[in-house]
């Protein structure tokens, strides 16, 4: 008898930091959850407690380690950290402003907003290099979990 296993991937954004509310863009810096970021996190914590969850991966950035940490808390696991996965490295463009950096680099900006699949930020990462950070990580996790049951 053969036995065929889904693996079910789910991808969560970090809860809300000062930095997106005030338009900043945060990058690899080390900002924290917000009040309400924690609260979001916490809710959705509450909502994914009944499923049966194997693993968390969190990158090593403070906000991104917070959620992962009380998403993995209901289900008796500690976050597995993955550089992988970290948030795009923003170059030129880290702790600015959405409006500083639209000025500066206008048509960098337009073209992030329409068509991202070929934008290199200044001083940057590619968007297709985070992609491919991504994706090379998603095809461990699925070879690493695949039949796992708790």
């Known amino acids: 008898m053969r036995y065929v296993y889904t693996t079910t991937i789910l991808l969560v954004r970090h809860g809300q930091t000062e ?3 005030n338009g900043y863009y945060m990058g690899w810096t080390e900002e924290d959850l917000s009040k309400v970021g924690y609260k979001q996190i916490q809710r959705l914590a509450s909502r994914l407690a009944s499923q049966n969850i194997a693993a968390v991966y969190s990158s090593p950035l403070k906000r991104t380690y917070s959620t992962a940490a009380i998403l993995a808390k209901p289900h008796g696991l500690e976050p597995t950290v993955s550089d992988e996965i970290i948030e795009i ?3 030129d463009w880290q702790g600015l402003h959405r409006d500083e950096i639209k000025q500066t680099w206008p048509e960098i900006w337009q073209q992030s907003r329409t068509d991202p699949s070929t934008v290199r930020l200044p001083a940057g990462e590619s968007f297709a290099e985070v992609t491919e950070r991504a994706y090379a990580l998603s095809t461990v996790l699925l070879r690493r979990t695949r039949g796992c049951r708790r």
């Open 89 to 91: 490295r923003l170059g």
């Open 19 to 21: 930095s997106n509310i």
